[in-house]
């Protein structure tokens, strides 16, 4: 829930729901804060809601109410994020926590579809398709996390988060009103593939910086 750090790299569509749903949420993080409520438990309590919400309902094929209440506590990684600057307490230990926690709520999403597919849902495509995308956006993030800590830069790609997050809820959703189930496969086969088209854009472009460091 990366609140405390928005990254040149995000897409354009990206800052301007983040500037929307901070005017929407920021009367609720000034009512957390005057209850002395701090950043780091909202992003805590809306990473274990996620997780909750992924792992109790999709295992069991209960997509819509498991969709309504992961894409509830998602929120929180808006309102934590306008709390912190609010209080002044933005920095790289609220980075670290919320970039953290993304990917446990991440895992959770799609740890959750391999569940139900891998079971009672009889479908291995899908587990299979479920599975690539828990992978490959771990990679993703990975890729440019190493490529920080090296000093480099890596924050190029066609799958961001936020959307990923996006098509895989906004789908689930939909299958949980009725829409065929064909639906979330080609939306977990197409992120599958951009998660691994901005894998190999991440190591180009690590690459080409550490090519040119060497000419140098």
């Keep these: ?53 992924a792992l109790a309902f999709f295992p069991r094929g209960e997509f819509l109410i498991g969709t309504l209440v992961v894409t509830a506590f998602v929120f929180s990684d808006t309102i934590d994020g306008v709390m912190a600057r609010m209080s002044g307490r933005s920095g790289k230990w609220g980075a ?63 799958a961001e988060r936020a959307e990923r997050l996006v098509a895989v809820l906004v789908s689930t959703f939909l299958v949980g009103l009725g829409v065929p189930e064909v639906l979330l496969g080609v939306v977990l086969a197409l992120l599958a593939f951009a998660s691994l088209i901005t894998v190999i854009q991440r190591m180009w472009a690590v690459r080409v910086q550490a090519l040119a460091a060497v000419e140098s």
């Design 96 to 158: 670290y926590l919320d970039s953290t926690l993304d990917r446990m709520g991440d895992a959770a999403i799609f740890g959750g579809l391999v569940l139900w597919y891998a079971g009672d849902g009889n479908n291995v495509v899908m587990a299979g398709l479920a599975l690539a995308c828990l992978i490959l956006g771990s990679v993703v993030s990975y890729a440019r996390a190493r490529a920080e800590g090296l000093g480099m830069t890596a924050n190029v790609g066609i």
């Design 1 to 53: 829930m990366a609140r405390r750090v928005i990254y040149p790299g995000a897409t354009m569509l990206n800052r301007y729901a983040r500037a929307f749903f901070t005017k929407v949420f920021t009367p609720v993080a000034k009512l957390f804060l005057s209850l002395g409520i701090s950043p780091d438990i909202v992003t805590i309590v809306g990473t274990l809601g996620v997780c909750f919400g």
